[in-house]
């Protein structure tokens, strides 16, 4: 049996499974996960819908769980994967828990926290189109379905 | 006994004494309310270091406590009232909300949400500088007692 690869796909996968449970809810399918050392640390997928809460996309929802766990407010040595790109909101939520790493799937060409140039921490690395195909399809798919 | 006059200050006045409560609590002191119809709806106060939760502003706070009052995850017809002018992720969570009038009473010059344009919803009007002494001087004393 093969050693697991913990790469940017392994994780992402992880994200997508998160999106998964938010599509199966009526929720717009975006998921993340916050990895430390090859290890998810926490997860989220948006829970507006349900919750009734703008705030909690799946980002938030993560970070929040991260921090919590790690008794921390700071995610200095974590990367955070998401399915699509995060929004300002989020890309600010990313700043001050000053996560070094983002890696996303799908682009935003709407809301994108990218319209308004580099909102993360200075230093922080953003890796994009990890498995692009399958976050954006699931978004599409989603769309597709309510209209 | 005069009535009371439900304006800009008054509701301020309101977020000030929340930021009070963060200033008490050692946290960065800013405050928020949500009004709508001249009420109350919530209110907020940064408790970033005590819950451990960089996501924990005073206006998010606010902003999840007023949709689940209202159980909306909009804000149409609010007002929010903050003592620090908003972030980036607190401008973005501003915008999720719709919320359409903004009041703030300090500007935030290194961290302030207008340092990237206008990120909350296009149709929001933001009115700044209302008790702009006493929120800047709470934040002033704060930082003075922390060196």
Redesign the interface.
Known sequence: MPLIEYNDEYFMRQALNEAQLAFDEGEVPVGCVIVCDNTVISRGHNM??ML????SHAE?IA??SA??YL????LKDCTLYVTVEP???????I???QIPRIVFGAKDEKRGASL??H?YHPAAKVTSGIMQEECSKMMKDFFKNKR
Request: proline share 0%; hydrophobic share 30%.
């Open positions: 507006t819908e009734k809460d703008s705030t938030i970070i929040t921090e919590e008794q921390s407010k700071y929004c300002v909101m989020c890309a600010g939520a700043y001050w828990a308004y140039g909102l």
